[in-house]
């Protein structure tokens, strides 16, 4: 009977230096995935943010543009109200009834300008929010993935396999973030 516990000792060690080397594989194996998540997480957020900063730069820029048809607009439009207060006093008002044609054509021309201008500028603005939106998803992603990649190197340095369970599903976690923000960010 005496040899009965420390036959148990023994096993009870080896189960425990088995669970511990197979412990310290799987840390390895999924710090390793959480990397290499983490790292694609990282250039799609940052991509996505790239897209943003350069969406709303050419947002604006169609906006500075949308004003300065506006500018020319309001020019046309007050030398033609000019003009036909003029005509009612010219003793031969044909000649600027003609200019007054021709600036109405000038002011249509610009309305119809601005509207396209008008159309792309909010395009560009919808593309900054899906780029914002997406960026966002994929930052969330990165630091589930960076919380799994800590608490997965916690475990190694303790060897106490909870810290691992935290970290994987914090991993998982991550992964989801991943794969949802690349599903959705598809059609983009």
Known sequence: MADLPVLQT???????A????????????TTVVLAVMATLASFKAAGYGNRMVLA???ASDQWAY???????ETTYQVQR???????EHFPQPESLN???????QEIAR?????????EEAKRLERVRDMAQAFN???GRALIFLQIGILFASISSINKVPYYWYIGVVSGIAGIMWFIYASYISAAF
Request: proline letters at 0%; hydrophobic letters at 40%; glycine letters at 4%.
């Open 10 to 16: 023994k096993e009870r060690g080896s189960i425990t």
């Open 18 to 29: 088995w669970i511990t080397e197979k412990l310290s594989v799987l840390i390895a194996v």
């Open 56 to 58: 709303q730069n050419q």
């Open 66 to 72: 949308y004003q300065a048809k506006s500018i020319k």
């Open 81 to 87: 109200d000019m003009m036909a207060i003029a005509a």
């Open 98 to 104: 003609q200019k007054i044609a021709a600036y109405d």
């Open 110 to 118: 610009y309305k119809k300008e601005k509207q396209e201008i008008y």
């Open 136 to 138: 966002g998803m994929f």
